[in-house]
């Protein structure tokens, strides 16, 4: 029986999941758990994962949420080789260190459109909480040296990292602009990125995130 993935396609986080399946080249049984109509909090969802979050993984018995958890084990589970998530101690503490940085700094922006989105904040308060959005960017001044010369974020590999940043850099045009003078490695990587078969399930996220966001004052 396929993995079933509960899910909402524009959440950033799902992206990841559902590309780093297409990587794997496995197939997840999708449920659609709309977290913008209050899903996530029906009691049967609550039982699966009490953080109340998508995406959330049902396989074999085993119940998974947080997505960084999620793409590790579909590796570990159904990669046949290791390259999206080394067994190598080393490498995977980088992957690691990545994903953990960008759950405590990038997740920021779903704090700020989230009130837009769903509870009918203006776009304004984008401007009025500035040092919150100098922060989203000074992650991605971080970002920007990591990559130095790298083809990926670890090296010369595509990993499970580049796949969760992605999703949540892109996503962070819908309301902002990335200078390609400010951020020549950033805008060099994503180009890079998008040009993967797994890609095209970002863009229909975006897409999504970015009409709704045109629909906002
Ligand atoms: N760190 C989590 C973030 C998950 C998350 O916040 N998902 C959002 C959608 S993008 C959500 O389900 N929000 C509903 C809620 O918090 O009630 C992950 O990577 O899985």
Redesign the pocket.
Known sequence: MAPILYM?P?????R??LMTAKCLNIELEQKE?N?LAGD??KEEYLKLNP?????TLVDDGVVI??????MGYLVGKYGKDDSLYPKDVSKRAVIDQLLHFS?SSF?RL?ILM?PIILGGQKKSTLTENQAQVDVLFQNLDIVEKILEDKEYLTGDNLTIADL?YVTWISTMTIPFKIEEERFPKVIAWWKRLEKLPCYEINRVGLTIWASRWAGKE
């Open positions: 909402l524009a959440s950033p986080p799902v990841a999941v758990c977290v996530q909090y953080a109340h979050t998508v995406p949420w947080e997505s960084a958890a999620i759950t997740t779903l989230k969760s």
